[in-house]
């Protein structure tokens, strides 16, 4: 059974950067779709990002696209979120989430994924 743990998580200015990683332990991601989510306070989680370990597809949802990039090393067993120019409305607690067999593509987030990180806390200041 995989296992994932998160990181890089922090506090940050607004325009400022994060890379939050999420590492595969107890197997790989192989066969594994990875899925990025995030919880601010008081609203529902939100899917933000998707990578196939199968084809390396990507997705990112609309509060994501041109300033967010997801990634694989999957000689690292690991998958990584690069938030470029950040807002305040970033904050959140992001979890990784893994999902064997699942299609990377619009309406990924709706699924429902087996394996989850315990989050990483990002907050963006104005």
């Known amino acids: 059974e995989v296992q994932l743990v998160e990181s890089g998580g922090g506090s940050v200015q607004a325009g400022g950067s994060l890379r939050l990683s999420c590492a595969a332990s107890?197997?790989?991601?192989?066969?594994?779709?990875i899925g990025w989510f995030r919880q601010a306070p008081g609203k529902d989680s939100e899917g933000v990002s998707c990578?196939?370990?199968?084809?390396?597809?990507?997705y990112y949802e609309d509060s994501a696209k041109g300033r967010f990039t997801i990634s694989s090393d999957n000689a690292k067993n690991t998958v990584y979120l690069l938030m470029n120019s950040l807002k305040p409305e970033d904050t959140a607690i992001y979890y990784c989430?893994?999902?064997?067999?699942?299609?990377?593509?619009?309406?990924?987030?709706?699924?429902?994924?087996?394996?989850w990180g315990q989050g990483t806390q990002v907050i963006v200041s104005s």
């Open positions: 989430a893994a999902e064997p067999g699942l299609v990377c593509g619009k309406g990924w987030a709706s699924y429902t994924f087996d394996y």
């Open positions: 107890g197997g790989t991601f192989e066969g594994y779709t």
């Open positions: 990578i196939s370990s199968t084809d390396t597809s990507t």
